[in-house]
């Protein structure tokens, strides 16, 4: 019997005034991903995402921007893992985490939201923890209170730079992911730094 799909979302804010926000670091990932191989994402009504197939190493994989808003993407997400019988320990989700330095990213498995309220939905809509997560550091504004205007801010052109190569270094581990060598990917994205 073959293996489940994998599952990878990126998640972000819809609309132009949010493109170009830290808040939308997993969407910077999924366009990146999407740009180097060629795949056209279409909008699907049942999961209110853009989604489109990446297929490698004979693995399916699907590929989720949820176009919800950041604090409605696990039902985004839920009703696409739903539908194709996703479990959750083979979706990979991809935000941004403000407890990381910009160039810093990290790939685990289970964990809380972290008072990520895209990840606290996710959690709330699958009903488990136990999925794997890309967090892509975007930094800290050093106050509490700063940090919604922060994220939806845009970083500095340097930051942008660190951000975006923290993305190249996750594409090239795709092929691993893919196979599920999470362990081995996990040692060089944290050793790369």
Known sequence: ???APLLIAGLGNPGAEYAETRHNAGFWFMD???REHRINLRFDKRSQGEIGQLDGDGERCWLLKPQTFMNHS???LAALANYYNIPADRIIVVYDEIDLPPGTVRFKFKGG???????????????????YRVRVG???PGDKDRVIPYVLGRPSR??????DESID??????????RGDYEKIMHRLHTKE
Not at 122 to 131: E, S
Not at 169 to 178: D, N
């Open 169 to 178: 270094r996750v594409l090239t581990e795709l092929p691993g992911i893919l």
């Open 32 to 34: 990146a991903l999407t």
């Open 74 to 76: 696990g039902r985004s």
């Open 158 to 163: 340097d930051d942008r730079k660190l951000i």
């Open 138 to 140: 975007v930094g800290h």
């Open 113 to 131: 939201h972290g008072g990520h309220n895209g990840m606290r939905d996710i959690i709330q809509h699958l009903g488990t923890a136990d999925f």
């Open 1 to 3: 019997m073959p293996a």
